[in-house]
């Protein structure tokens, strides 16, 4: 944890939100809403996917992204990797900290890397050996992001047990630390406490963070769930950009804007400037013109007397 | 509580909803939304407000609307009175509760009713007196809408001490039971379990229920903290209609839906059915055209293999 934050947000807009538009978001402005949210104060961004560049047009400015975020003074620039060869070009990008995702449904695996979760397995160990071989100053974070840990639009719900097997499999074969993802949206705040409890009894302090969706209006429910079992970090996506390719018009990831509000209102302390972040949204609303963005805060405001956690609290 | 529900869920929307629209519905329409709504398992709706009727033409139908719903078997017929003369008229018209709202905020008692909080605790006197001369089949519950408790748009913050003082008083006056209102939407998790713990230890059992707004996007959240601090009854208004007047394009009450999705995913019983719920917000989008309706659960859907508490549970 940084020093002056209590919970840390990772922004994932960049990777998450822009997967799942298909508008092609100029690498300028990519550019400037990592640069907008680090001075926001966001400490950790997703900024892009080292997925197959045939297939997504909309990461073919990957390495350039990394790049650029690198030179940002105190930013972890996180990148998702679907398999080695992303790691590979993440790697030799500079990215600190790779995210390695793994669902833990059979069906939802194979329809989005072609691969059964025990092949994903075998694929991150590859992973982790090859991270081995990497010099000790370039070495990136090794993260595991777990999809579709509480159901599965394919297969419906989706066995804790399975989950706690997994998760276990993939820290024992050399993974950092490990997320819980909600992929879509599925999650309940009763299950959110279960699950982690059961994962954290399995992996200890490498069960690191919650990425919730907003699919069923659950998302900010489910992080008040997550920090009474101590959860301290979470993704989220600004303006919850992306919505969900399944449901027309319900939106996707939690809205960046409305946690940092719900945080602060807590009395947890997130680093980031509220008003300044708003403020960015203006980027994506002129470089994705007409994508619906989300967010109660940037209509509402913060409420009259409103005072953020105090730095020196 | 009715016999097979663990929570009450009070649907508000003909009454909040409606009088933050500037759009009048049609009498038959309410009817038809009052009948489908309690067909769907909805035990009590607030059904209009007895205010007075040259400033609220929305509400001119109201001893018709009550007329309607009280020959709807088992339905809890509620409404909302302001002053004395509105529980006269409301109590003629044979609605089973009447729901008096005080402001704990001074402001914003007197920009809604013209009178001061200590009045409209005069005023509730006189309702309470006038409800004794009422022969006993005919006498309506007595309920209290404490708004303005988590914070007004015009004083910022609102003091808890104020709050319970009020409660207290309230109850002390002849009040059979008192709800907390976060009529603007600035309540947060940890506020919601402080001040409904604070209130309960004045008024006891006589706390009943919360109104939450998600003008913020914690009305979920807010109804989770309340939950773990033993609130078992709530108001939501079906599609969140009637949005925020201060906030355009910001929602207005935490929509019946998702609410009743939330519950019974945490294994409460609602008593409603999500889908025969959903399925009558055509009432309102074809009787108020161009109104935005909110709602997750809407759009998305039920998760695959989602069940319901269990009526036998």
Redesign the interface.
């Known amino acids: 944890m940084s020093e002056g934050r209590d919970v840390e947000i990772s922004e994932v807009g960049l990777r998450d939100g822009l997967q799942n538009t298909d508008k092609v978001m100029p690498t300028e402005a990519k550019k400037g809403w990592i640069s907008a949210e680090a001075a926001a104060g966001v400490g950790e961004i997703e900024v892009c996917s080292f997925v197959p560049p045939k297939l997504f047009p909309q990461f073919l400015d990957a390495g350039e992204i990394v790049a650029h975020a690198t030179t940002i003074p105190g930013l972890a620039v996180a990148v998702l990797v679907p398999n080695l060869k992303g790691a590979e070009r993440a790697i030799a990008a500079g990215a600190h900290k790779l995210t390695f995702t793994i669902s833990v449904s059979r069906s939802h695996s194979l329809a989005n890397v072609r691969r059964e979760p025990g092949e994903q397995l075998e694929e991150f160990r590859r992973i982790v050996e090859y991270c081995r071989t990497v010099p000790a100053g370039r070495r990136p974070i090794l993260s595991v992001g777990l999809s579709t840990v509480f ?7 989706v066995k804790e047990s399975d989950v706690c097997r997994l998760a276990a499999a993939l820290i024992e074969a050399g993974g950092d630390d490990l997320s819980l993802a909600d992929t ?3 999650a ?4 959110v406490k279960r699950v982690f409890k059961a994962v954290r009894r399995e992996i200890g302090a490498k069960l690191s963070a919650a990425h919730f969706h ?5 998302g ?2 489910n ?3 997550a920090l009474e079992v101590d959860v301290r970090a979470f993704d989220s996506s600004l303006g919850g950009l992306g919505g ?1 390719p ?6 996707g990831n939690v ?1 960046t804007e ?1 946690l940092v ?2 945080l602060e ?3 947890l302390r997130t680093g980031i400037d509220l008003d300044q972040l708003i403020a960015v949204r203006r980027i994506l609303s002129e470089s994705l013109p007409g994508e619906q963005l989300y ?3 940037a ?7 409103f005072a953020p956690a105090r730095c020196d609290a």
């Open positions: 159901g599965c639009t394919i297969e419906g719900p879509v949206g599925y309940n705040p009763a299950q907003n699919t069923r209006g659950l900010l429910a992080v008040v769930a969900c399944f449901a027309p018009g319900a939106s809205v409305d509000f719900l209102s807590l009395g967010g109660h805060l209509l509402a405001g913060a409420p009259k007397g």
